[in-house]
């Protein structure tokens, strides 16, 4: 009888100190997978009247450092592998299909609210801003037949801030793993500009959607 007492408390004291580091622990690392979807609202090519792009969704491996202020509100500063994604022609170029790719980089900085202090399920919601950077373009050489070059077309996509809304979740797993996951809706406005002097704005907007495991040191 006296033996298990001893264990209750051995185990009691056990749980207060790793409850205890969960909620001083200030620092916590992620690291999963990111899908990118494109909303995307498309201009006109110069000159080609009708004409219009679509931006094909890619994913790629994310990890991200958060930071606790108190028990509801953190920040989180997430980056990632950049994903390479598919440009197509849409409208009166609809038909020749992918006309360019590039390599999209873009860490968000975000400040969140923390619900349910003290359980294991904990909702939040965060705002912030990014920084879409657009590297490694590539065109396909349909895209000099579309604009009547005898020669090969190039391509450069302006770097462009954002704004950012996100929703996710955590759980515990223990007091130090958990995991998490959250949808991020980005707003990013930029110019796809071409050799020949054509242009074509775009809104991506794309939404992230991601799911990752995390430790909170």
């Known amino acids: 009888m006296y033996r298990s007492k001893r264990v209750g408390v051995v185990v009691v004291l056990m749980l207060g100190v790793s409850a205890a580091h969960a909620q001083s622990s200030k620092w916590a690392g992620k690291v999963g997978y ?29 990890g991200s450092a958060v930071y606790s202020f108190d028990e509801y509100l953190s920040a989180e500063l997430a980056f990632g592998v950049p994903p ?14 992918k ?13 969140q609210y923390r619900f349910f202090p003290g359980s294991a399920f904990r909702p939040y919601v965060g ?29 450069s996509i302006d770097n462009k801030w954002g704004v950012t809304g996100q929703f996710g ?6 007091p130090s793993w958990f995991l998490d996951g959250s949808v991020v809706a980005m707003r990013v406005k930029t110019t796809a ?25």
């Open 193 to 217: 500009r071409l050799s020949t002097g054509q242009s074509v704005k775009v809104s991506v907007d794309p939404l992230a959607v991601n799911a990752a495991i995390g430790y909170r040191f």
């Open 169 to 174: 979740m955590t759980y515990d797993l223990t």
């Open 34 to 62: 990111n899908e990118f979807y494109p909303q995307v609202s498309s201009g006109e090519i110069t000159g080609v009247p009708g004409s219009a792009v679509e931006v094909r969704r890619g994913g790629g491996i994310f």
């Open 84 to 97: 390479r994604l598919d440009i197509s022609g849409e409208g009166t170029v609809a038909a020749a299909g």
């Open 127 to 155: 705002v912030g801003t990014t920084y879409a950077k657009f590297s490694s373009v590539r065109t396909a050489p349909v895209l000099a037949a579309l604009m009547n070059q005898g020669r090969d077309v190039s391509a």
């Open 99 to 111: 006309i360019a790719d590039t390599k999209i980089y873009a860490p968000i900085l975000l400040v």
